[in-house]
């Protein structure tokens, strides 16, 4: 539903369950209640893309049997699965550039756990047109976070289940360069390539390597994306959507021709699905040209990175409630 800041509060106080992504200035309006929300300013509606600082996008959880609502920090995050119940699914909201995201990306490949549970959600941002903070509410208490991640933990009856799904328009050659990186980061100056070390900006540039196109890495036989934010003209330093770490290989993705044709052929397969939530990077929704138009069927906020169990760049993520 993308509804107004009165239509919200009113569900708010009918004790509903609800899911919100609104811009700030929204979010600090709403009272406490059954909610966990995050910062957004870019949302895919039924009648396509829009930037909008006046109205709320909510999803209404409506057949829970029990819920919780938590927060995490860089210290615990890896602990969300001991919250979570047994049948049902979490919905996890993380503030963009936060090291609470930093570690769950990290970490989260590597944790079994993690891996059998299924967890969804996004990274919160702010317009790209200023210096903003992503933001996350816990809207049981009323606290405002930076620097932590919200949770709402949701039971589903015995005969429903969550199924999670993963859009992703990218491959890689095999035979393209192979780039390493000296260390975790969200920003990057220098990295290796083919083993050599080069100024990872000057080699974007010589090679005029399209930077709508992500970096994939290929761990555990799934492809993680890692997006390009900015090239910066006066450090040489790139600054990324997500993480690099040191100890896996990437590779540029693959070109994918017309991105919005591209985009939208993918979606074909996807007509009869009735997604109860999902979530869209904003650099689809840039690259793709979806500001005024639908990805039907599916709808929900544009994001600075996407939860699948593990964070993503550049996708599409969804999750239906099946019987």
Request: net charge negative; charged share 25%.
């Amino acid at each position: 539903m993308f509804i107004s800041l009165d239509e919200t509060k009113k569900l708010i106080s009918e004790g509903k369950l609800l899911h919100i992504a609104a811009d700030e200035k929204l979010l600090n309006q709403l009272p406490n209640g059954n909610w966990i929300g995050g910062t957004t300013p870019y949302f895919i509606t039924e009648d396509g893309g829009i930037t909008s600082s006046e109205k709320l996008f909510v999803n209404e959880i409506n057949f829970a049997v029990d819920f919780k609502l938590s927060d995490y920090d860089k210290d615990n995050i890896m602990g969300i699965t001991k919250d979570a119940y047994q049948n049902g699914f979490t919905i996890l909201i993380i503030p963009f550039a936060s090291e609470v995201a930093v570690k769950y990306s990290k970490e989260a490949p590597n944790s079994e756990d993690l891996l059998l549970t299924p967890i969804v959600g996004w990274i919160s941002g702010f317009n790209l047109n200023t210096n903003g903070v992503a933001k996350v509410y816990n809207g049981s208490n009323g606290t405002v976070f930076s620097d932590k991640a919200v949770a709402l933990h949701i039971n589903l009856p015995d005969n429903k289940f969550a199924s999670i799904g993963i859009i992703n328009i990218f491959k890689y050659d095999e035979n393209a360069d192979k780039i390493e990186f000296l260390e975790d980061s969200l920003s990057v100056n220098k990295c290796l390539v083919n083993g050599k070390e080069v100024v990872f900006k000057k080699y974007i540039e010589e090679n005029k390597i399209n930077t709508k196109l992500p970096l994939v890495s290929d761990y555990n036989s799934v492809l993680f994306n890692v997006s390009i934010k900015s090239i910066s003209s006066d450090n040489d330093t790139v600054e990324l959507y997500a993480p690099v770490f040191a100890e896996r290989e990437y590779r540029f993705a693959s070109p994918v021709g017309d991105y919005h044709e591209c985009f939208e052929n993918w979606l074909k397969d996807y007509e009869n699905n009735k997604p109860f939530f999902s979530c869209n990077c904003i650099l689809n929704y840039l690259y793709g040209d979806l500001e005024g138009k639908a990805t039907k069927p599916f709808s929900g906020p544009v994001t600075f990175g996407e939860v699948a169990y593990q964070l993503l760049n550049q996708t599409l993520v969804y999750v239906e409630i099946v019987e």
